[in-house]
């Protein structure tokens, strides 16, 4: 049976190769071996501080972000509402009223009242209508009948 080489020696946790065992026997070697440990632990938690403060700070831009566009949605929601409102108490068509504010809404809507009601548009006389049955009434369409 063929010899085994070495052992592999397992590593620590910070990546080094273990020492071999050596029993502490003054205070001075027992508190640098404590200090070496708590720099370490240290270190490990400051590195696991920063990157979960990194991670909390991205979340909280996201939630920012999130509730920016929220708030943005509902105002916008809630303008629309207003128009709706002032649309069906004015007459005036919701599509044109401007305005950021319910107030503004509806005095645009009573400003442009008067040029909605019914009896705001002008009366044209167009004369009689036409057919193709050659009836007078539509003076251009006479002068291309003619023309023909």
Do not use: C, Y
Request: proline share 7%; aromatic share 2%.
């Amino acid at each position: 049976m063929p010899e085994a080489g070495p052992t592999p020696k397992p590593e620590d946790q910070d990546g080094t190769a273990p020492k071999e065992f050596s029993p502490i026997t003054t205070q001075e070697e027992f508190d640098k071996r404590i200090k070496a440990r708590i720099d370490r632990l240290e270190k490990q938690h400051e590195r696991k501080t920063q990157q979960l403060q990194s991670e909390l700070d991205a979340e909280k831009a996201r939630a920012d972000t999130a509730e920016g566009e929220l708030a943005e949605k509902n105002a916008a929601e809630e303008v629309t509402a207003w128009k709706k409102e002032a649309s069906a108490a004015s007459g005036v068509p919701a599509n044109v009223l401007r305005g950021s504010t319910k107030e503004e809404i509806e005095a645009h809507a009573e400003s442009l009242k008067e040029h909605f009601a019914k009896d705001a548009a002008p009366v044209v006389d167009a004369g009689s209508p036409s057919t193709d049955e050659g009836q007078a009434g539509d003076p251009l369409r006479e002068a291309i009948m003619q023309g023909l």
